[in-house]
């Protein structure tokens, strides 16, 4: 098992930025992939970011040279910088460890207000 705790989200206007981290516990060592996703109200859950413990990144294209996912393994935590928010980003952002059969955060809203 591996449990993820998200923090960070909140309220921010159009331009702003947040940072969020997701710190893993328990069996991490078999975590390879890690990752934010984001559902907005009446919408799915969708790919924000991925990185590999090897470091290899995915970007949805809609974040693209705006987000920055990064890692330390040492931490065990995976960070997201969020710059230039715009309001269609406002969601709540999910932290995932392997992909959508995997582990899953308790979620953090961001709110971004025009």
């Known amino acids: 098992q591996v449990q993820l705790v998200e923090s960070g989200g909140g309220l921010v206007q159009a331009g702003g930025s947040l940072r969020l981290s997701c710190a893993a516990s328990?069996?991490?060592?078999?975590?390879?992939?890690m990752g934010w996703y984001r559902q907005a109200p009446g919408k799915q859950r969708g790919l924000v970011a991925t990185?590999?413990?090897?470091?290899?990144?995915n970007y949805a294209d809609s974040v693209k040279g705006r987000f920055t996912i990064s890692r330390d393994n040492t931490k065990n935590t995976v960070y997201l910088q969020m710059d230039s928010l715009k309001p269609e980003d406002t969601a709540v952002y999910y932290c995932?460890?392997?992909?959508?059969?995997?582990?899953w955060g308790q979620g953090t809203q961001v709110t971004v207000s025009s």
């Open positions: 995932n460890a392997d992909g959508f059969m995997g582990y």
């Open positions: 328990g069996s991490i060592y078999s975590t390879n992939t």
């Open positions: 990185m590999t413990r090897g470091g290899r990144t």
